[in-house]
């Protein structure tokens, strides 16, 4: 068994894991009850590409592919940033938004004290934190 | 002799970078709360990849090839930290809690 050999076969299995992994990972993207859940899934889906790219990079030799790995990590981290930034500017969930916010009504009030977060301007949200914090060193 | 012992651990690197990804996405699916699903994704899938592509730097066997999976691989760890940190807090602060089997959020305090 020559070396070339074994490492194709182990890549060609570790093609079918990939496989295996993307079809999981797009499964809670369909199912997942929350936004947030489908994101995170969207990133560990774009994370199995990059797996893939090096794969077949070491499948067919050519060095090329790490070069769009790379590049895809970087479109992938932004995307993710990117989402975050769109759940932030949301603002906060209606009281019947899902299963998990139904399943934790009483503890979603706290969160519902601050309705105008969706004016949607992080300098809104940012001195929101401030006087929050300041109270609490008050009480404490 | 070098070759085999080469092919045996980009074969291994190969093994163990596709598995943590299936676990990863098995931590996805089954955990029961974005925030552990948040604990599976961002460290395992981040290692997955990240061992993939360490041994497409190796098996290429130039200098040049592996200093840029090597960048890959940093720039990974460095960057999905940040990503998975961001989407938590977002999440937080719009509202989305922990399930039941968590016993404690100290966000909430604030």
Known sequence: ?????IVSISASVALVILAATFLVASWRVIVGPTLP???LALDTLSGTAI???AVVAVKTGFALYIDIAISLGLVGFLATVAFA???LSRGPLPASAGPMAAQTDKTVRPASKKPDAKVKSDAKLKPKTTPARKTKKDRT | MMDYVAAIVVSVLLMAGALFALVAALGIVRLPDLYTRMHAASKAGTVGSGLLLFAAGIESGE????ARSLAGFVFFILTA????HLLARAA???????LPPSVRDDLLER
């Open chain 2, 81 to 84: 930290p940040v990503a998975a």
């Open chain 2, 63 to 66: 200098i040049a090839v592996f």
């Open chain 2, 92 to 98: 937080h602060k719009t509202g989305y809690r922990l």
């Open chain 1, 1 to 5: 068994m020559t070396p070339d050999a």
């Open chain 1, 85 to 87: 930034r769109f759940v």
């Open chain 1, 51 to 53: 797996g893939f790219l």
């Open chain 1, 37 to 39: 859940d489908r994101i």
